[in-house]
C-alpha cells in the first residue's frame, strides 16, 4: 500500500473508533460520586472530576463549607459530645431507628443514633428521582446546585426544615426531592454511598416492584464505623386517616422490630387526635425514644410504662405553636432535669433554651434470670434471689 493510501485508511479507521467512542456514553457516576459533587468534597480521581472545576461547583463547594463548618462547631459537634457521656446506651444501639415527620433528614438521625443498623425515615415530600449531575446541561447544573442551597439553609441555620419551603425548594430543579439531600448528608457525616435504588410498599408493608400508594427508596451505605447500614425513606401520610387508607409504612415499621425512635420538629401533629395513631405506634413499639416538646406530649408517658430523662430547659412552644404549651411539661422542668443541653433542638433552637426528652420503655427492658443463693444443706429449705430487671441508666423522672 502507498503511503498516501496508507495515511487515508489510518485517518478512515482513527475517526471510525472516534465515533463508536463518542456513540458509547461514559459509564455513569458512582452514587458515591454523586452524593460527594452534591455535597462539595473534593472529587479527584473521579468520573466527576472535569465538573468539579466549573465555576458553579466551586462556588457551591466554599458556600457549603463555610455553612458546615458552622453547623458542625454549634451542634453537630456538640452532639457527637453529649451522647455517648448523657445516652451512651442509645448512641451505642444498632437497633432500627424510626424518625416520624422527618423529611430527609438524616443529619439528625446518623448524628444521635451513628450505629443503627438501619434507618427509617418518612414525610409528605417525594422521593425524587436518582441524580446523575454528569447528564445536566451546564446552566441547570448551576440552578440545581444553587437551589440545594437554598433547601438546606433551614436546616443548617436552625436545625429543622421549613415545610413550606421545603416543598417548594425540592421540586424546584432537576436536583428534586429528598434523595439528593439525604445522599448530602451521608457524604458529609463520613459515610461512603454504596447503593441507591427506588422502591415501592405493597398494603402489608412489604418491597415490591408492582403499583403502589408508597414510594420510596433504598440507600446502601457504609457507615463510620465501617460497618453496613441500610437508609430507607418513604412518602407517606401519617394522619389517622392516612394510616387507615394505607398502611403500608406502619407495617413496614413493625416489620423492622422494636426499634429506637426520634422526633423533632414535628408541628405538635401527634398532640392531636388526628394522628393518635402514629403516637400510640411509637408509645408501644419503641425501646428508646428522644424527642423535642413537639412529639409526644408529657401526659401520654404513663410512669409505669417509661422512664424519662429530660434535658435543657423548657420555654414553651414558639408563638406560632403557643396553643400547645404543656404546663406539666414546665413543672417537671422545674421540679427535676437531667441536665443541661449544650446544643440547640427543635424549634426552640438556641442553645439554652431548648429541651430534649429522651424516654426508655420499661417493657423494653430484659430481666435478670433469678440467681440462686449458695444451698445450706443443714439449712430446711433452699432460697433464691427473687428476679431484679437489668440495670438502666439513671435518669430523672418525667412525671
Given at each position: 500500500?502507498?503511503?498516501?493510501?496508507?495515511?487515508?485508511?489510518?485517518?478512515?479507521?482513527?475517526?471510525?473508533?472516534?465515533?463508536?467512542?463518542?456513540?458509547?456514553?461514559?459509564?455513569?457516576?458512582?452514587?458515591?460520586?454523586?452524593?460527594?459533587?452534591?455535597?462539595?468534597?473534593?472529587?479527584?480521581?473521579?468520573?466527576?472530576?472535569?465538573?468539579?472545576?466549573?465555576?458553579?461547583?466551586?462556588?457551591?463547594?466554599?458556600?457549603?463549607?463555610?455553612?458546615?463548618?458552622?453547623?458542625?462547631?454549634?451542634?453537630?459537634?456538640?452532639?457527637?459530645?453529649?451522647?455517648?457521656?448523657?445516652?451512651?446506651?442509645?448512641?451505642?444501639?444498632?437497633?432500627?431507628?424510626?424518625?416520624?415527620?422527618?423529611?430527609?433528614?438524616?443529619?439528625?438521625?446518623?448524628?444521635?443514633?451513628?450505629?443503627?443498623?438501619?434507618?427509617?425515615?418518612?414525610?409528605?415530600?417525594?422521593?425524587?428521582?436518582?441524580?446523575?449531575?454528569?447528564?445536566?446541561?451546564?446552566?441547570?447544573?448551576?440552578?440545581?446546585?444553587?437551589?440545594?442551597?437554598?433547601?438546606?439553609?433551614?436546616?443548617?441555620?436552625?436545625?429543622?426544615?421549613?415545610?413550606?419551603?421545603?416543598?417548594?425548594?425540592?421540586?424546584?430543579?432537576?436536583?428534586?426531592?429528598?434523595?439528593?439531600?439525604?445522599?448530602?448528608?451521608?457524604?458529609?457525616?463520613?459515610?461512603?454511598?454504596?447503593?441507591?435504588?427506588?422502591?415501592?410498599?405493597?398494603?402489608?408493608?412489604?418491597?415490591?416492584?408492582?403499583?403502589?400508594?408508597?414510594?420510596?427508596?433504598?440507600v446502601a451505605f457504609t457507615g463510620i464505623s465501617g460497618k453496613r447500614q441500610t437508609l430507607y425513606y418513604f412518602?407517606?401520610?401519617?394522619?389517622?386517616?392516612?394510616?387507615?387508607?394505607?398502611?403500608?409504612?406502619?407495617?413496614?415499621?413493625?416489620?423492622?422490630?422494636?426499634?429506637?425512635?426520634?422526633?423533632?420538629?414535628?408541628?405538635?401533629?401527634?398532640?392531636?387526635?388526628?394522628?393518635?395513631?402514629?403516637?400510640?405506634?411509637?408509645?408501644?413499639?419503641?425501646?428508646?425514644?428522644?424527642?423535642?416538646?413537639?412529639?409526644?406530649?408529657?401526659?401520654?408517658?404513663?410512669?409505669?410504662?417509661?422512664?424519662?430523662?429530660?434535658?435543657?430547659?423548657?420555654?414553651?412552644?414558639?408563638?406560632?405553636?403557643?396553643?400547645?404549651?404543656?404546663?406539666?411539661?414546665?413543672?417537671?422542668?422545674?421540679?427535676?432535669?437531667?441536665?443541661?443541653?449544650?446544643?440547640?433542638?427543635?424549634?426552640q433552637w438556641r442553645p439554652g433554651i431548648s429541651s430534649l426528652i429522651a424516654g426508655t420503655a420499661l417493657s423494653?427492658?430484659?430481666?435478670?434470670?433469678?440467681?440462686?443463693?449458695?444451698?445450706?444443706?443443714?439449712?430446711?429449705?433452699?432460697?433464691?434471689?427473687?428476679?431484679?430487671?437489668?440495670?438502666?441508666?439513671?435518669?430523672?423522672?418525667?412525671?
Amino acid at each position: 500500500m502507498k503511503p498516501p493510501a496508507l495515511a487515508r485508511t489510518a485517518r478512515a479507521l482513527f475517526l471510525a473508533l472516534l465515533t463508536i467512542a463518542s456513540a458509547c456514553p461514559a459509564p455513569a457516576a458512582s452514587p458515591d460520586e454523586q452524593a460527594r459533587y452534591l455535597a462539595g468534597l473534593d472529587l479527584g480521581g473521579t468520573s466527576l472530576e472535569p465538573l468539579s472545576r466549573e465555576d458553579a461547583w466551586l462556588r457551591h463547594a466554599a458556600d457549603f463549607q463555610k455553612a458546615w463548618v458552622d453547623v458542625e462547631q454549634r451542634q453537630l459537634g456538640p452532639i457527637r459530645a453529649w451522647m455517648p457521656q448523657a445516652l451512651g446506651y442509645m448512641h451505642a444501639d444498632p437497633s432500627p431507628l424510626v424518625y416520624f415527620f422527618s423529611g430527609p433528614d438524616m443529619l439528625y438521625a446518623h448524628a444521635f443514633f451513628p450505629q443503627a443498623e438501619t434507618y427509617v425515615l418518612c414525610g409528605r415530600e417525594p422521593v425524587g428521582t436518582v441524580p446523575d449531575v454528569a447528564a445536566m446541561p451546564a446552566g441547570v447544573r448551576a440552578a440545581a446546585l444553587a437551589n440545594l442551597r437554598k433547601s438546606l439553609n433551614a436546616i443548617l441555620s436552625f436545625s429543622f426544615f421549613i415545610t413550606a419551603d421545603m416543598k417548594n425548594d425540592l421540586t424546584a430543579t432537576q436536583l428534586s426531592g429528598t434523595l439528593p439531600v439525604m445522599m448530602l448528608f451521608l457524604a458529609r457525616s463520613g459515610c461512603r454511598v454504596e447503593e441507591v435504588e427506588l422502591v415501592k410498599l405493597d398494603a402489608k408493608g412489604a418491597l415490591t416492584q408492582e403499583k403502589s400508594k408508597t414510594p420510596g427508596v433504598r440507600v446502601a451505605f457504609t457507615g463510620i464505623s465501617g460497618k453496613r447500614q441500610t437508609l430507607y425513606y418513604f412518602t407517606t401520610d401519617l394522619s389517622n386517616w392516612g394510616i387507615k387508607d394505607n398502611p403500608a409504612f406502619v407495617e413496614f415499621c413493625r416489620a423492622q422490630g422494636r426499634a429506637n425512635a426520634l422526633v423533632k420538629a414535628a408541628s405538635y401533629l401527634m398532640h392531636l387526635d388526628e394522628f393518635s395513631t402514629a403516637r400510640d405506634y411509637l408509645l408501644n413499639n419503641t425501646r428508646n425514644l428522644i424527642q423535642d416538646d413537639s412529639g409526644i406530649p408529657l401526659r401520654f408517658f404513663k410512669p409505669e410504662a417509661w422512664i424519662l430523662s429530660l434535658y435543657g430547659n423548657y420555654p414553651g412552644p414558639i408563638d406560632l405553636f403557643k396553643k400547645h404549651d404543656q404546663q406539666d411539661l414546665r413543672a417537671a422542668f422545674a421540679r427535676e432535669k437531667a441536665g443541661d443541653l449544650p446544643f440547640g433542638f427543635g424549634y426552640q433552637w438556641r442553645p439554652g433554651i431548648s429541651s430534649l426528652i429522651a424516654g426508655t420503655a420499661l417493657s423494653s427492658v430484659p430481666k435478670a434470670a433469678a440467681v440462686a443463693e449458695p444451698v445450706d444443706e443443714d439449712a430446711p429449705t433452699p432460697v433464691s434471689a427473687p428476679p431484679t430487671p437489668e440495670v438502666i441508666p439513671p435518669a430523672a423522672p418525667g412525671q
